[in-house]
């Protein structure tokens, strides 16, 4: 699995704004004389770009960790940590897309893995040999169970406040081998790639 990682366009401007009072030259009938009165006056506003950066930590069982031998009914638990440093702009949302090799696991949307996505407010923590994750809070669902591989799957307002409060989101993926998998899935194999896109806030008056 790979981090993706994407910036705002960057942008510069630099605004000067200047305003010129001129009193028009006027002669005076048989005088012979000129007056000339000028003014000036600048102001520089200046003008940088913010940026946005989404980071991803493996937690205490992470994604590196592979599974094997999984038969219908088993499930795959697996710890994703999103993070928002807090130099950067707010994000306005995150979306997760998915990507597998080909496999029946994972182009059969019916009986192939099955995907739900929860998050805890706190580390998920796994206890003993178990390889299931527990949340020391109550956990709220993000992505409901869903067929594993999808495009841009929107993570959700609770996902997202965690990242723009808290600066990090920790996941629990879950990964499910229906119990009506049949035979034609006996020794297939395959490997799923998880993208956490984020994009900016929305536009404000600054």
């Not at 009165?37 to 770009?49: D, G, I, K």
Request: a neutral charge.
């Amino acid at each position: 699995m790979r981090t993706s990682n994407r910036n705002s366009r960057k942008t510069a401007a630099k605004v000067v704004a200047s305003v010129a009072l001129v009193a028009g030259a006027a002669s005076v009938a048989g005088l012979g004389t000129f007056g000339a009165f000028t003014s000036s006056t600048a102001a520089t506003q200046e003008v940088s770009n913010g940026r946005i950066a989404i980071g991803l930590a493996e937690g205490v069982q992470g994604s590196t960790i592979a599974a094997a031998g999984l038969v219908p009914g088993d499930t795959v638990e697996r710890t994703m940590t999103l993070t928002r440093d807090s130099a950067t702009e707010t994000f306005g949302k995150v979306t997760l897309t998915t990507v597998g090799t080909g496999s029946k696991l994972t182009t059969d949307t019916a009986l192939g893995l099955q995907m739900t996505v929860d998050q805890c407010a706190t580390p998920w923590v796994k206890t003993g040999e178990s390889k299931a994750l527990t949340c020391a809070t109550a956990p709220v669902t993000v992505l409901a169970s869903a067929p594993v591989i999808g495009s841009l799957a929107d993570l959700g307002t609770a996902n997202l406040d965690a990242l723009n409060t808290a600066g990090s989101s920790h996941l629990r993926v879950t990964l499910a081998l229906p119990e009506a998998a049949d035979n034609d899935f006996q020794k297939a194999a395959d490997s799923v790639k998880f993208t956490f896109d984020a994009t900016q806030r929305d536009a404000q008056s600054r």
